[in-house]
């Protein structure tokens, strides 16, 4: 933006740049990290860069705080690092391992998940899943959705 007078409004009032915009939305902060940690963050922010990751990972933590969804991740994620531990190997990586993996989550899924009588119905209109069916409606929404945040994350 070239220096010199300021660009105005049609009400004649000063239009602010970018950097104030953001300053308006955003606090900057310092947050000491142990260097690996550092170091790991920014390789898994690859072009997004550290800040996106960390702002990325704060929000997916907070995001809905459902205590019940949280201690769910929570159980998988410990059966992942036990896999690890038991065989030396993750279960992303190895055949085995993912076998293990696979059955121990479908074991906590069965004790963890409601269960009975599935009475179909509806999404909420203008859902995520919603949106998804209307791409392609014989799917069902739990393997529409499986395929959907698979592919938004990566696994795919």
């Known amino acids: 933006m070239p220096r010199g007078r300021p660009i105005t409004t049609p009400a004649g009032e000063a239009q602010k740049t970018k950097r104030q915009r953001q300053a308006e939305r955003e606090i900057t902060v310092a947050l000491g990290l142990p260097r690996e940690l550092h170091a790991r963050l920014k390789t898994l922010g690859g072009y997004r860069g550290l800040s996106a990751e960390i702002r990325k990972r704060l929000e997916v933590s907070l995001e ?16 992942a690092q036990d896999v690890t531990d038991a065989y030396g190997t993750s279960w992303r990586t190895d055949a085995f391992a993912s076998h293990v993996f696979r059955g121990a989550v479908r074991e906590l899924l069965d004790w ?36 959907a945040v698979a592919a938004q994350e990566g696994f795919i």
């Not at 809905?64 to 059966?79: N, V, W």
């Open 64 to 79: 809905g705080d459902d205590p019940e969804t949280r201690r769910l991740l929570s159980a998988i994620a410990k059966i």
């Open 112 to 147: 963890a998940v409601i269960s009975g009588e599935a009475v179909p119905r509806g999404p909420k209109p203008g859902s995520r899943i919603s949106r998804l069916l209307e791409k392609d409606p014989g799917r069902g929404p739990g393997p529409e959705l499986g395929f």
